[in-house]
Every structure is written in C-alpha cells, then in structure tokens.
C-alpha cells in the first residue's frame, strides 16, 4: 500500500487548506485511514481518523475546525482544515492501518503565519 499526500502550503491564520491523500488499492482490507501531524521538537500526534464504516474521531485541538472525509471511489482521504491556527503548522502525514500494519505516506507541510 502506497500513500501520496498533498495540499500542504503557506496559509495564514483564519484560513482554510484541505489536505489530499490517495491510496494505491482500495480500502478493501484497510480499517482506519487517518491524518496525523508532526511540528519540529514534538512527537507525532493524531489529528483525524476515519474508519472503513465512516466513524471519525479528531483531536480535542482541531475539533470543530477539521473535517475528515473519504472518497472510496477515488480511493482518497481528505482533510479539510478551516479557521487555521498558528499551532497547526506541522509536517502533515496520511496513515492506512489494516489487520496488521500501519502504511505511511511521505507527508505535506503546511505553515500557517499569524
């Protein structure tokens, strides 16, 4: 399984980005598809996760502000980021889970300037 993310870039603050993840196979066999996120000095964290029946859950930090989405038929997860914060600013990472491994993609950076 091989992820691609995109969308990253400069935003400033109260703006709005969406993220872009495809996924080589379809989620057949994969049971969360998620978006986590990294900042320079800190431990990788969740943001967002979507399971293969369409349950999401988000991190206290972005509740009510992300949305993440799946589109099967494109075999694409998708992040939709509004009212962006300076503490945002992250190197963003897509994440497949089946059974019994994790997949990563290569991750997008987004900045947001306050």
């Known amino acids: 399984v091989q992820l691609q993310a995109f969308g990253g870039g400069l935003v400033q603050a109260g703006g709005s980005l969406r993220l872009s993840c495809v996924i080589s196979?379809?989620?057949?066999?994969?049971?969360?598809r998620g978006w986590y996120r990294q900042a320079p000095g800190n431990q990788r964290e969740l943001v967002a996760r979507?399971?293969?029946?369409?349950?999401?859950n988000y991190a206290d930090s972005v509740k009510g502000r992300f949305t993440i989405s799946g589109d099967n038929t494109k075999n694409t997860v998708y992040l939709q980021m509004n009212s962006l914060k300076p503490e945002d600013t992250a190197v963003y990472l897509c994440?497949?889970?089946?059974?019994?491994?994790?997949?990563w993609g290569q991750g997008t950076e987004l900045t947001v300037s306050s």
């Open positions: 979507i399971t293969n029946t369409g349950v999401t």
């Open positions: 994440n497949a889970q089946t059974i019994d491994r994790n997949y």
């Open positions: 196979r379809s989620i057949f066999g994969i049971n969360n």
